[in-house]
């Protein structure tokens, strides 16, 4: 299983950012995806997650009405669009997959959200 996170990126309060997850070695489309951050001293916590046929996704509270989890299975692909970002959703951002019992890591994007 491989997972690559891209899109990370400085931005000022009130914009937005579009984060990409590349994922290999297993079937995408058969399995939920999950979006989780990081802040610094914080501990790790789910954002979004969307189900293998992209027909529910639930989020944050935090996040509710200003974040958009999507997918492409065709693409083997899940995304995480950010509008309206605030200093507090600065972190590391992983995308997720739990296979077999066990969950699977990308290494992260970062997030700045900062003027």
């Known amino acids: 299983v491989q997972l690559v996170e891209s899109g990370g990126g400085l931005v000022q309060p009130g914009g937005s950012l579009r984060l990409s997850c590349a994922a290999s070695g297993f079937p995408f489309s058969s399995y939920d995806m999950s979006w989780y951050r990081q802040a610094p001293g914080e501990e790790r916590e789910l954002v979004a997650a969307i189900t293998s046929g992209g027909g529910r996704t639930n989020y944050a509270d935090s996040v509710k009405g200003r974040f958009t989890i999507s997918r492409d299975n065709a693409q083997n692909s899940v995304y995480l669009q950010m509008n309206r970002l605030k200093p507090e959703d600065t972190a590391v951002y992983y995308c997720?997959?739990?296979?077999w019992g066990k969950g699977y890591w990308g290494q992260g994007t970062q997030v700045t959200v900062s003027s």
């Open positions: 997720n997959v739990l296979r």
